[in-house]
């Protein structure tokens, strides 16, 4: 029987059609070795599924030129993934994104390691001291400048940030901003003397952002810190709230107190390694504290309905580069979260971080498009970082995996 040429061609796009929708998936890229600056060849790349808890999809090897590909049954476009080569003794990673084609193009970047920290230092301290009622609570960021040359990771199983608290602090929580500006939640260690404490993330050449914070026993209205850190210090800046506490220190200069928000900052420069970071704050703590928003290079007290896990620590903790990260992590996060399979808790968690991600992907894309103020946009973000980490703290090794290696992606 003779079909109209239109007909004709309508069954055979018919039948193409559904095998281009479900053409195979292809992911390619080059393994880079930053140390020696040449290909790293026969170098095994994972291609992981996040969703999954990390669970491998595939796998490839690198040709001599350090090429790799995936082109493996089962590979989906719509889905996500990351690629990791561990090179070294320090696993790497980066995101998979495919373009209109199915096709997507990872290039990684691996260092040598070493257990050098000559070329280690601490670029930016920023801290902010917030005293309410009986206790003070002391939030610190440090962004850890590995600067070596040729570049290499820095590893090290004593530790590689080692940390001494001042007398009387609390266990510390600790977190580092991993891949794709995720908070990744870190376990601090005990070390030999009392108030020491390390963590064993991998410091890779460029910025770590390791953020640090703990509790003091504000009882007798006055208290004296003098925390230390292993690397030396460029620039320490540090910000006492409310404004009307007094603050004596040996190190910091007084830059003024800012009377309309209620806030004073202390800055010292060029300190040696395992130089005390010591001040003495005393006076008469409010009951209860509202958090401080940054608008510009002032700071301004507001209300906040959103959270009570602490004051951020200013608008300057984070770059620009962050938000822009922002919006993509959090858009692309969800996508492979809805399939996890996971107990009725993990479920439950894994709403709670969506729903966090979510929200940092609208406030990012909202200062982007300049519908929110710098001020509110830097502390709402930091805000809800702090509940990201608060959760994820709680969260079980499988659901952690899930949403980004544990210690060491990046």
Known sequence: MNRPPAIRLAAVLGLLLPVAAHAQARINGQV?????RR???????RLLVPREGMQQAATASTDVNGKFVFEQSGIDASSFYLVEARFAGVPYHAPVQFDPTGSATVNLTVYESGGSAAALRIQTLRALVRAEGKKVRVEEEFDVLNSSD?????????GTFR????PGASEPAASVVGLMNMAL???PQAGNAAGEFFIGYPLKPGITRVGLSYEADYASSQVSLSDQVSYPIDHADIYVFPS?????????????????HNVQKLEARNLRRDAPLEFRVAGEAPATAQPAEVQGA????????????????????????????????AKEWSQW???????????????????LLNSLADLDELFAAGKIAEGKYWKERLELKAKLVAILKKAPPTLLESYATRSTAR
């Open 32 to 36: 880079l070795d930053g140390t020696g």
């Open 39 to 45: 290909p790293v060849p026969n170098q095994e790349v």
């Open 150 to 158: 040729p570049p290499r990771a820095y590893v090290n199983e004593r």
């Open 163 to 166: 940390f001494r608290l001042s």
């Open 185 to 187: 939640p870190q376990t």
């Open 244 to 260: 009307s506490l007094s603050v004596d220190s040996p190190i910091f200069k007084s830059l003024g107190v800012d009377a309309a």
């Open 298 to 329: 002032e700071v301004k007290i507001v209300p906040n309905s959103m959270t009570r896990l602490g004051v951020p620590l200013l608008a300057c903790f984070l770059l620009v580069l962050l938000w822009a990260l922002g919006v993509r992590v």
């Open 337 to 355: 979260q809805t399939r996890r399979s996971s107990s009725p808790g993990q479920k439950q968690l894994g709403v709670k971080v969506d729903t």
